[in-house]
């Protein structure tokens, strides 16, 4: 999954409903053919932290050219839709195990190779083999003979002792059937499985990446998407244009696209008001103050929620925060509108749910914690015996998460009386090293973006124990119970409606707080007539007309 | 003068040793683990950990990883970002761009600071020297972000007089701004010393004697007061040519200049010892200059002054 | 002293008859009295100068204000309430309110304590140092002059960021629990260690432009010590550029600090400081300007203040303005 550091640029899927809303697909029209054709555009990015590779690609920065360079089986389409097959002729499956895969024949990689099905068996077995360091690699977990190809070092990474080299280099449950064809054994049934297979970790990789270092790979990428790599100046810009030989479903409009790599959005958002920029998903802080972005760019600007949610985590390792009813207290004392309304100028919503309403089989309104009951807080609290000392809320000081974390303590120490205050902590390596080692002294900030569309994402890694990111040790045997059996449903409609059963147990313990659904604000130049967003929240580079 | 330029420069290899050393030794203590916040809001994989580990090397201790990184150095290899770019690419293309600024930044200062310090040393007390000082020092107190965010709004939106951020080709005339921003808090140093070194001169005996011959009053000023007048001016400029290239972090970012500054900052977060290693080297080469420059120059402006 | 300008800020009308009354009046005394050293002299000069007063009434009032806030300003400084967030200057808040709802003008009173504590400290401790090390430097020569100036190389090629997150990071990492005096300490410790290079360098410049004068030749001849050299004839004349640049630097170490608080490693809330006003009020700065102005206005006072007093002491200790 891909969490940028700065809420301000977290981008995540955009629905359906919410586009129509707000209306996010910009300009009426059609763009002018003509004009398009050969018309180029300049977009806000920001370096790549990795060369691009897209198993080894987590963050938002090289994330986004990613995406635009590849294809993969299926897609997420910008209206927040069920995923529909992109790459992918048909993924038939007849138990949620085993999953036949069907490519669409004559499409082709930048350097003119077909797309076979080998490609992505290559590739997986490549981000799944441990040693090759993918930081995508566990996304394969679910393939039959992951255990083999995937070791860990028995004293952890700082040890001394090294990981002991995988008994194999191929996942057993990968098989290629014949150039258009391929088998995926899952290690047990998983409904969700061909949801994910949109995430960048499954895209397929050309012959040409296994004769080179991924990072020289990585330095002039070959994908198989709408647009190509022309080349990479650090710091300064990405050039890609338009492949012509595409003949998927969303070819390009226009032509050239520059992603002018920026350091400061400031800067951006500068450009963009003078027509230096043509797009910025997330206009700055300052902008978005006193709605100040509404009048800069009038028509230009764009405002759309993302399934993202911004939460505050317990950690339930620390006995203090151990009692269920103290965090209750804690999150009924959190006037979550005014929050909204003051801190974000209304442009994020105020939680009311665990998982975010806009990811399909999620809930909307079920976090009954999530009320402003100020009453009820104190009762809880009293019951809960109180709470002595000093409460301190972490978030990480390189980002902007200030503002509504100092507003979180403030409403703690006046409705509860709990003498709360906020710290920041320096960098966001050391805050998610304390996380990760679980030493934190102190409820702290979190944030969760889906990987892919759908409820289970919002449940298993958070909730459940040993969960990739249940960071707080939250763990309830029923949670885990109805988890466990919702993710190995046989239809999705069943998974859905068992997950909304753990879900209400989880309401009844809250590990964790949400505080509020993010939202987006974007603007283009006068340029543009036409574009819409993807499913997170990027310019969908095929839609912009000129 | 040969023998002592020539023990200045020896005397460079300690401090060349002794400063990287601390500066990587620094970097390495920056408690943090620097793959801990690559994965978003999940741990990385161990694996993802452990192969970075290694390759890096991170695993030996301080001293083994500043010896291999010297050895490599002195072969001109700079090493690679844990982004696994060449950080000898990184250098060569951001230094120029931080040193242009740097520059313009030095002229900008010491035209404003030197004009307003002769100015105001001259006649001290008046209303300009009132007005400068106080303007000078509410550049010092308002941070170099507001001063920039400003400057940018009002020049490059509002008024569209310049392009709010500088190409690629960083032209000089596009510096201006930037450069000014930059400048502006040292400003206010260059003209209260260049003004007060003045005012004590004018007072000087030679001073006394040169207008006494019946000399125009410009070349006493030009030629006499301030060739003595600028050995405190001249020290605080050179040190600080060092100081706004390593300063440059938040002007090159809200001027979308690709500098070194942000290539640091951001390498101090992440630990890259190497990166950080690798920028300051040049950066305290020039310092190290600079300083070598500025005490010839005490001796070439001020003849009491003498090395032997 | 030959501009009797009136349209002056800093120093009043009063400036110049004061001064041509100095000589007259610097008769008289001294025919029952002893011959005052030079602290003496200075005293009396700094007595009649309009520019004193004010300076230092200024900084009484600053110190004041550090000391006893809730003196001028009855609010809590730290009492948020999301309601009045950003609400405008009133009768209820003068300066109106921040992003959190608390009041600006508590903030700014009790601001000063942080700020001020911090930053004078850090200019006492930088001079301090910088000084005495480029004294040294300077008046010695030789292998001193070479090994300390290349210490201070050395420190001069730490980035201030990165000497700064280390030293604060070591010491004053999250959770390390200390306590208000303890961070302050710190912080003042942390920009006394990555600044004294440069008044080392001016210094030792001064130094080297004074020490072959006519008068200390002739003190080293008459076989003063050299301790007496140095702190009788050597600091008085070398001191002008260093006050200078220490009043001056009081502002800019307000600003550092802000840094280090916005980096995280600096002063913590509920802990104020004009700097970290300043910081948290730049996003708003087109909808509220008032977050940045009134925090920098005060601080550009103070540093006016101190750079006044720096300005008057200087000519008051300078033999060569007599």
């Known amino acids: 999954m891909r969490v940028s550091k700065r809420a301000t640029s977290a981008i995540a899927l955009s629905a359906a409903a919410a586009l129509v809303a707000t209306g996010c697909s910009s300009g009426d029209g059609d763009g002018d053919a003509a004009a398009s054709k050969d018309g180029a555009i300049t977009v806000h990015g920001v370096q790549p932290e990795n060369p691009l590779v897209p198993s080894n690609t987590t963050e938002t920065g090289g994330g986004k050219v990613v995406d635009w360079l590849w294809t993969g089986l299926v897609e997420y389409p910008n209206d927040g839709g069920a995923p529909r097959n992109a790459l992918a002729e048909s993924i038939d499956t007849k138990d949620s195990k085993v999953f036949t895969i069907k490519i669409k024949k004559g499409t082709k990689f930048h350097d003119g190779t077909e797309v076979k099905s080998k490609n992505f068996v290559d590739a997986w077995n490549w981000a799944a083999y441990s040693p090759n360091g993918a930081q995508n690699g566990s996304f394969f977990a679910d393939i039959q003979g992951f255990d083999q190809t ?45 949801t994910k297979l949109g995430y960048s970790a499954f895209m397929p990789l050309p012959d040409v990446f296994f004769t080179q270092k991924p990072e020289e790979f ?18 300064v810009v990405i050039k890609l244009t338009r492949f012509d030989d595409y003949n998927l479903r969303d070819k390009m409009k226009i032509k050239d696209v520059d992603v002018k790599l920026y350091q400061d959005e400031t800067a951006a958002y500068a450009d963009l008001l003078a027509n230096n920029l043509d797009f910025m998903e997330v206009v700055p802080t300052s902008a978005l103050a006193g709605d100040k972005w509404k009048a800069d760019l009038g028509d230009r600007g764009l405002s759309t929620v993302t399934p993202s949610t911004a939460l505050i985590s317990f950690p339930i390792y620390d006995k203090r925060f151990q009692n269920p009813k103290l965090r209750r207290a804690i999150s009924l004392a959190i006037n979550r509108q005014d929050i909204s309304d003051k801190i974000f100028f209304g442009t994020r919503k105020p939680a009311d749910s665990w998982a975010n309403p806009l990811t399909p089989g999620a809930k909307p309104g079920n976090c009954t914690a999530c009320k402003f009951d100020v009453a009820t807080a104190k009762t809880l609290l009293a019951e809960a015996g109180g709470f002595t000392g000093e409460m ?33 902590v320096p960098t966001f390596a050391v805050f998610r090293q304390a996380v990760n080692a679980h030493t934190m002294k102190g409820p702290y900030r979190a944030a969760w973006q889906q990987d892919y569309p759908d409820v289970e994402n919002w449940v298993n890694p958070l909730y459940v124990t040993g969960g990739s990111s249940n960071d707080g040790l939250y763990s309830n045997p029923e949670v885990d119970a109805l988890a466990k059996q919702a993710s190995s449903a046989p239809s999705l409609e069943a998974s859905h409606e068992a997950f909304s059963k753990a879900v209400e147990k989880v309401d009844q313990d809250v590990p964790s707080i949400p505080i509020y659904f993010y939202g987006q604000q974007s603007g283009h130049s006068e340029k543009i007539k036409k574009l819409e967003l993807n499913n997170v929240g990027e310019v969908d580079i095929t839609s912009v007309e000129l | 003068m040969g023998r002592y330029l020539l023990r200045r420069l020896l005397q460079l290899v300690p401090v060349f040793i002794g400063t990287t050393f601390l500066i990587y030794w620094l970097v390495w203590a920056v408690p943090g683990d620097p793959f801990a916040g690559k994965c978003g809001e ?87 020297d009132n007005l400068v000082l106080i303007s000078t020092l509410f550049l010092i107190a308002l941070p170099v972000f507001v001063v920039g965010f400003v400057l940018q709004w009002l020049l490059g939106v509002q008024w569209q007089i310049i392009k709010p951020t500088v190409s690629s080709e960083m032209r000089w005339s596009e510096l201006i701004v930037p450069g000014f921003v930059l400048g502006s808090a040292s400003v206010a140093y260059i003209a209260r010393v260049a003004r007060t070194s003045i005012a004590e001169n004018r007072r000087a005996d030679y001073v006394r004697t040169a207008i006494a011959k019946g000399l125009p009053m410009r070349r006493v000023v030009g030629v006499h007061l301030l060739r003595n007048s600028l050995i405190p001016v001249v020290t605080l400029l050179g040190t600080d040519l060092g100081a706004l290239m390593g300063g440059a972090i938040v002007t090159e970012g809200i001027f979308g200049i690709n500098g070194i500054g942000r290539a640091v900052y951001r390498a101090i977060v992440t630990k890259e010892s190497a990166t950080v290693v690798g920028i300051v080297v040049v950066l305290v080469l020039v310092y190290l200059v600079m300083n070598l420059v500025v005490d010839l120059l005490y001796a070439a402006l001020d003849p009491r002054i003498r090395y032997e | 002293m030959s501009d009797p300008s009136t349209a002056s800020v800093v120093s009043t009308p009063g400036a110049s008859p004061t ?100 930053a004078v400290l850090s200019v006492i401790g930088t001079l301090l140092l910088g000084g005495t090390m480029g004294i040294i430097a300077g008046y010695r020569g030789g292998w001193v002059d070479a090994l300390l100036s290349r210490i201070a190389d050395v420190f001069f090629g730490l980035p201030f960021v990165l000497g700064a997150i280390v030293i604060l990071t070591t010491f004053n990492g999250s959770g390390s629990g200390n306590s208000k005096a303890e961070i302050m300490g710190l912080v003042v410790v942390s920009l006394t260690v990555l600044s004294w290079p440069v008044v080392m360098r001016l210094m030792r410049s001064s130094v080297l432009a004074t020490k072959e004068a006519d008068y200390i030749v002739a003190a080293r001849a008459l076989g003063a ?19 200078v640049y220490g009043t001056i630097m009081v502002g800019s170490f307000i600003g550092a600090e802000a840094t280090l608080s916005f980096l995280g490693v600096g002063l913590k809330s509920p802990v104020v400081s004009w700097g970290i006003m300043i910081s948290d009020g730049k996003d708003f700065i087109r909808v509220a300007p008032g977050l940045v102005f009134f925090p920098a206005a005060f601080l550009v006072t103070a540093v006016l203040s101190f750079v006044m007093l720096g300005e008057a002491v200087r000519e008051a200790l300078d033999p060569k303005l007599r």
């Open chain 3, 225 to 243: 010590g050299t301790g007496r050299i140095i702190l009788k004839h050597l600091l008085p004349n070398c001191l002008a550029p260093l006050l």
């Open chain 1, 218 to 235: 990585g330095k002039k990428p070959i994908g198989n998407g709408p647009v190509k790599f022309v080349s990479w100046e650090d710091n």
């Open chain 3, 19 to 118: 001064e041509s009354a100095a000589p007259a009046a610097a008769g008289q005394p001294q025919t029952n009295e002893k011959p005052r050293g030079l602290l003496g002299d200075a005293w009396r000069d700094l007595r009649r100068k309009p520019l004193f007063w004010i300076s230092t009434t200024l900084i009484v009032i600053f110190l004041l204000m550090a000391a006893f806030p809730q003196l001028f300003a009855q609010g809590d400084p730290s009492a948020g309430a999301l309601e009045r967030s950003l609400n405008k200057p009133g009768a209820d808040g003068w300066f109106g309110y921040d992003l959190q709802g608390q009041d600006v003008y508590a903030r700014v009173i009790y601001g000063a304590r942080a700020s001020i504590v911090v």
């Open chain 1, 150 to 194: 995937y070791t860990s070092d028995p004293d952890g990474p700082d040890g001394p002792q090294k990981a002991p080299a995988p008994k194999a280099d191929k996942l057993s449950g990968l098989k290629v059937v014949d150039e258009q064809t391929f088998e995926v054994t899952l290690a047990a049934p998983t409904a969700v499985f061909p």
């Open chain 1, 392 to 424: 301190v809320f972490y978030y990480n000081a390189d980002s902007s998460h200030k503002g509504w974390m100092d507003a979180v303590a403030q409403q703690v120490k006046t409705n509860l009386g709990i003498n709360a205050r906020a710290e920041g």
């Open chain 2, 42 to 128: 999940r741990r990385c994989p161990d694996q993802y950990i452990a192969f970075m580990t290694e390759k890096y090397h991170l695993d030996q201790n301080v001293f083994v990883q500043y010896g291999n990184y010297m050895k490599n150095l002195l072969q001109g290899d700079f090493g690679q970002t844990f982004s696994q770019r060449d950080i000898g690419d990184i250098i060569a293309t951001a230094y120029p761009n931080t040193l242009k600024l740097a520059l313009v930044a030095l002229v900008i200062e010491a035209v404003i600071g030197l004009g307003a310090g002769v100015l105001t040393g001259l006649r001290r007390n008046g209303f300009l």
